[in-house]
Protein backbone atom coordinates (compact mmCIF):
# COMPACT_ATOMS: atom_id res chain seq x y z
CA UNK A 1 0.00 0.00 0.00
CA UNK A 2 1.29 3.70 -0.89
CA UNK A 3 1.69 5.89 1.22
CA UNK A 4 -0.52 8.69 -0.35
CA UNK A 5 -3.60 5.62 -0.43
CA UNK A 6 -2.81 5.06 3.24
CA UNK A 7 -3.01 8.85 4.28
CA UNK A 8 -6.34 9.34 2.19
CA UNK A 9 -8.29 6.41 2.14
CA UNK A 10 -11.34 5.40 4.16
CA UNK A 11 -10.29 1.81 5.78
CA UNK A 12 -9.71 1.37 9.77
CA UNK A 13 -5.46 1.26 8.85
CA UNK A 14 -5.62 4.21 7.06
CA UNK A 15 -7.64 6.30 10.25
CA UNK A 16 -5.29 4.47 12.53
CA UNK A 17 -2.23 5.61 10.33
CA UNK A 18 -3.59 9.22 10.62
CA UNK A 19 -4.19 9.05 14.23
CA UNK A 20 -0.44 7.88 15.00
CA UNK A 21 0.64 10.69 12.68
CA UNK A 22 -1.27 13.18 13.89
CA UNK A 23 -0.50 12.23 17.89
CA UNK A 24 3.20 12.55 16.12
CA UNK A 25 2.86 15.57 15.01
CA UNK A 26 1.18 16.85 18.67
CA UNK A 27 4.14 15.64 20.36
CA UNK A 28 6.44 17.64 18.13
CA UNK A 29 4.15 20.46 18.72
CA UNK A 30 4.36 20.35 22.29
CA UNK A 31 7.63 19.77 22.68
CA UNK A 32 8.72 23.00 19.77
CA UNK A 33 5.70 25.47 22.02
CA UNK A 34 7.76 24.02 25.26
CA UNK A 35 11.06 24.90 23.88
CA UNK A 36 9.96 28.50 22.72
CA UNK A 37 8.27 29.20 25.98
CA UNK A 38 11.27 27.81 27.99
CA UNK A 39 14.28 29.23 26.20
CA UNK A 40 12.95 32.52 23.77
CA UNK A 41 9.83 33.62 26.67
CA UNK A 42 11.63 32.65 29.47
CA UNK A 43 8.92 31.24 30.87
CA UNK A 44 9.57 28.87 33.76
CA UNK A 45 9.25 24.91 33.29
CA UNK A 46 6.23 23.58 34.81
CA UNK A 47 4.37 26.67 33.35
CA UNK A 48 5.68 26.47 29.87
CA UNK A 49 4.89 22.64 29.63
CA UNK A 50 1.15 23.38 30.58
CA UNK A 51 1.01 25.48 27.84
CA UNK A 52 2.60 23.77 25.46
CA UNK A 53 0.54 21.16 26.46
CA UNK A 54 -2.90 23.41 26.15
CA UNK A 55 -1.90 24.38 22.52
CA UNK A 56 -0.81 21.16 21.28
CA UNK A 57 -4.27 19.62 22.48
CA UNK A 58 -6.26 22.25 20.56
CA UNK A 59 -4.12 21.37 17.17
CA UNK A 60 -4.44 17.69 18.26
CA UNK A 61 -8.24 17.97 18.48
CA UNK A 62 -8.47 19.95 15.19
CA UNK A 63 -6.47 17.68 12.93
CA UNK A 64 -7.92 14.53 15.08
CA UNK A 65 -11.62 15.99 13.51
CA UNK A 66 -10.41 17.28 9.60
CA UNK A 67 -7.67 15.25 9.26
CA UNK A 68 -7.88 11.76 11.33
CA UNK A 69 -12.11 10.82 11.92
CA UNK A 70 -13.05 13.44 8.24
CA UNK A 71 -16.00 14.95 10.91
CA UNK A 72 -16.33 18.56 11.68
CA UNK A 73 -15.41 19.83 14.87
CA UNK A 74 -17.73 20.66 17.79
CA UNK A 75 -18.43 21.28 20.97
CA UNK A 76 -19.58 17.93 21.73
CA UNK A 77 -16.50 16.30 20.44
CA UNK A 78 -14.24 18.66 21.92
CA UNK A 79 -15.70 17.49 25.17
CA UNK A 80 -15.32 13.91 24.59
CA UNK A 81 -12.05 14.51 23.21
CA UNK A 82 -11.11 15.98 26.52
CA UNK A 83 -12.71 13.58 28.48
CA UNK A 84 -10.77 10.68 26.95
CA UNK A 85 -7.71 12.31 27.27
CA UNK A 86 -8.45 12.94 30.76
CA UNK A 87 -9.30 8.87 31.11
CA UNK A 88 -6.43 8.11 28.86
CA UNK A 89 -3.82 10.47 31.62
CA UNK A 90 -5.77 8.54 34.78
CA UNK A 91 -5.30 5.34 33.24
CA UNK A 92 -1.55 5.97 32.47
CA UNK A 93 -0.34 7.43 35.89
CA UNK A 94 -1.76 4.19 37.30
CA UNK A 95 -0.40 2.01 34.88
CA UNK A 96 2.66 3.62 35.46
CA UNK A 97 2.79 3.04 39.43
CA UNK A 98 1.80 -0.43 38.66
CA UNK A 99 4.58 -1.14 35.89
CA UNK A 100 7.70 0.21 38.39
CA UNK A 101 7.43 -2.25 40.28
CA UNK A 102 7.08 -4.85 38.14
CA UNK A 103 10.09 -3.47 35.39
CA UNK A 104 11.37 -0.47 37.22
CA UNK A 105 10.51 3.24 37.21
CA UNK A 106 13.09 4.11 34.22
CA UNK A 107 11.22 1.47 31.63
CA UNK A 108 7.48 1.64 33.34
CA UNK A 109 5.75 4.27 30.95
CA UNK A 110 6.68 2.49 27.88
CA UNK A 111 4.22 -0.63 29.03
CA UNK A 112 1.69 1.62 29.69
CA UNK A 113 2.12 3.23 26.55
CA UNK A 114 1.95 0.01 24.95
CA UNK A 115 -1.86 -0.66 26.81
CA UNK A 116 -2.99 3.25 26.54
CA UNK A 117 -2.22 4.36 23.44
CA UNK A 118 -4.69 1.65 21.73
CA UNK A 119 -7.24 2.37 24.58
CA UNK A 120 -6.81 6.63 23.78
CA UNK A 121 -7.54 5.49 20.07
CA UNK A 122 -10.66 3.69 20.70
CA UNK A 123 -11.89 6.67 23.00
CA UNK A 124 -10.85 9.41 20.73
CA UNK A 125 -12.76 7.27 17.56
CA UNK A 126 -15.70 7.00 19.89
CA UNK A 127 -15.58 10.84 20.76
CA UNK A 128 -15.45 11.52 16.75
CA UNK A 129 -17.65 8.98 15.81
CA UNK A 130 -20.35 8.03 18.64
CA UNK A 131 -23.61 9.66 18.37
CA UNK A 132 -23.47 10.87 21.85
CA UNK A 133 -21.00 13.23 20.45
CA UNK A 134 -21.95 14.09 17.22
CA UNK A 135 -25.34 16.51 17.14
CA UNK A 136 -28.94 15.52 15.26
CA UNK A 137 -29.21 17.20 12.39
CA UNK A 138 -32.34 20.00 12.77
CA UNK A 139 -35.28 19.04 11.56
CA UNK A 140 -35.44 21.50 8.73
CA UNK A 141 -31.92 20.91 7.89
CA UNK A 142 -33.14 17.01 7.17
CA UNK A 143 -36.39 18.45 5.46
CA UNK A 144 -33.87 20.51 2.87
CA UNK A 145 -31.62 17.30 2.64
CA UNK A 146 -34.44 15.26 1.17
CA UNK A 147 -35.51 18.00 -1.45
Do not use: D, W
Not at 22 to 46: C, D, W
Not at 110 to 117: E, G, Q, S, V
Amino acid sequence: MNLKKLINGNSRLSEIFRFALVGGIATVLQYGFYVVFVEAVHVKAVPSSMISYALSFIVNFFLSSYFTFHTRPNAKKGLGFALSHLFNMGLQTGLVAIFKELVGPTLALLPALAICIPVNYFLVRFAFTSKLFNPTPKQSETETEKI
